[in-house]
């Protein structure tokens, strides 16, 4: 990609984030990104077209990350570990992003979740469920259905989000900061989750 396009996808993932697609146009793009709304088009064609790219980038390199991210050496915590701080690392730096994949599913689910991306997370979900059942397989852990263990560590790291301007008022009000919150709820997380895992 040239400096242009690249202009246009960052100023594009922005304000898609913030606005969603129906609160989003061309012309939205094109002035955060400095250039004409044709050479919007010329590059990306539609608003669509820039959206499913843009939507694509963002869980593909996720989720591509998380894959690469693995290390068989590591211990059962430090897997688990490493997973929650890459959910919460990534949603802090775009605390929007939940919300704006709900939105965008609720909106039109068939074409936000489509071929490649359902690849990428049944591509993840493979993973993960292998993980799991060699640590229930070697004894380290109790039988547990990976899927649930893995809804239940994503619900508990994406929540907070999704709920943070009532979590903040309810905590701290206006002294409330985020940071030392999401680093308490990491460890809180981690704790959680191998604590209902060991063999009882």
């Excluded at 304000?15 to 990306?44: C, P």
């Excluded at 979740?113 to 397989?137: A, C, H, K, V, Y």
């Excluded at 547990?144 to 893995?150: A, G, Q, R, T």
């Amino acid at each position: 990609m040239n400096e242009i396009q690249l202009k246009i996808i960052d100023s594009a993932k922005s304000i898609f984030i913030k606005k969603g697609y129906e609160g989003t146009s061309i012309r939205d793009i094109a002035t955060d990104a400095d250039v004409n709304i044709a050479m919007v088009n010329y590059y990306f064609r539609s608003k669509e077209n820039l959206f499913q790219q843009i939507f694509m980038e963002i869980y593909g390199d996720l989720l591509q990350n998380a894959i690469e991210g693995k290390n068989e050496n590591l211990t059962l915590r430090e897997k688990i570990d490493l997973l929650v701080s890459f959910i919460l690392e990534n949603v802090t730096k775009t605390p929007r992003l939940p919300l704006f994949v709900i939105e965008e599913i609720n909106r039109d689910a068939e074409k936000v979740l489509n071929e490649e991306f359902i690849r990428g997370i049944t591509r993840f979900s493979e993973f993960f469920q292998r993980q799991i059942q060699e640590e229930i397989d070697a004894g380290s852990i109790r039988p547990v259905d990976p899927i649930d263990l893995f809804i239940n560590i994503v619900s508990m790291c994406i929540f907070p989000f999704l709920g943070l301007p009532v979590l903040g008022q309810v905590i701290g009000g206006n002294d409330f900061d985020v940071s030392p919150f999401i680093d308490h709820r990491k460890e809180q997380i981690i704790d959680f989750v191998i604590r209902s895992l060991q063999n009882i």
